[in-house]
């Protein structure tokens, strides 16, 4: 938890591979799964790590600081803590992580020459805390200010710096079943996109049906030529995911390069690009 959070709200591009960037899940061992597949939320970490997640990428989101490519370290007061400023004209990001199984007292020395905000001595700022919805006064006496919190055993904090409170907006978390998808809500025939593209091992394609119709969906190269049938059968309404582990209907591994999905339910067609990269 506390190197995703470190990963979420440093540079870099906002993508996220395999859910979480740090590359694993619960159980998985062939490396391509784990460098480029799906994880499995139904662990036993499940409840902690949604949560995690989906309020880390929503800060990103919502908070300029924490996408640009400004960087600046300070000290914490404490070495299992690693802290950092996003800097931001009137809105400075601060994060700090703790890498410890106990709780740490930290106390993190702003200032001025280190935030993108021009501050004023004497002046109220808050410093609130995204992660945990809590805000802290902060005043800067001669360009320097203190501040001062506890982070419990593998906490985040993540601040924005600013003249007014700040609080991340989060939808209700949804957990969607990527095998039969959401029944209710289908109301189109839709081909999405698969997942992971570029591949290596194995892809998966989604696909929804608001009736129930005869599905075939086939795999072909740039020749047109037919590689392999996934699917041929009458299926029920609602989603639906199949997975091509990049090989022919015979059984052989095919070479790299671009393939094609197409798909047919009832009288909707559709395709999409699939690139292999072995």
């Keep these: 938890m506390p190197v995703a959070t470190a990963l979420f709200t440093t540079p870099g591009i906002p993508m996220v591979y395999s859910g979480q960037e740090v590359g694993t899940g619960p159980g998985i061992q062939d490396f391509y799964q784990r460098t480029r597949g799906v994880i499995d939320f139904n662990t036993n970490a499940k409840e902690l790590l949604l949560p995690h997640y989906q309020r880390l990428a929503h800060i990103r989101a919502q908070f300029p600081a924490f996408s640009t490519q400004q960087f600046v370290r300070i000290p914490s007061g404490s070495g299992s803590v690693y802290s950092f ?3 931001r004209v009137d809105a400075d990001g601060i994060v700090a992580v703790n890498f410890d199984a106990t709780a740490q007292n930290v106390t993190l020395a702003l200032n001025s020459s280190l935030l993108g905000t021009t501050v004023q001595n004497g002046k109220l700022y808050q410093a609130s805390d995204l992660y945990s919805d809590t805000s802290y006064a902060v005043v800067f006496s001669n360009g320097a200010a203190s501040l001062s919190f506890r982070l419990r055993p593998y906490g985040s904090a993540v601040f924005v710096l600013s003249d007014s409170a700040k609080r991340v907006l989060l939808p209700t978390l949804v957990n969607v079943d990527r095998t039969e998808g959401n029944r209710a809500g289908v109301t189109e025939f839709r081909l999405h ?6 591949f290596n091992a194995s892809t998966r394609i989604s696909y929804e049906l608001p009736v129930a119709a005869h599905v075939t969906l086939a795999i072909y190269n740039m020749l ?3 590689i392999t049938i996934l699917v041929e ?3 029920p309404t609602g989603g639906h995911t ?3 582990n990049g ?3 015979e059984g052989h591994p095919v070479a790299s390069g671009i393939y094609f999905a197409r798909f047919q339910a009832g009288g909707f067609r559709d395709s999409k690009k699939l690139i292999l990269i072995r």
């Design 85 to 87: 400023v996003r800097t």
């Design 193 to 198: 996109q698969n997942y992971p593209n570029p």
């Design 224 to 226: 047109g030529e037919k």
């Design 233 to 235: 059968a009458i299926q």
């Design 242 to 244: 199949v997975e091509w």
């Design 247 to 249: 090989r022919s209907s």
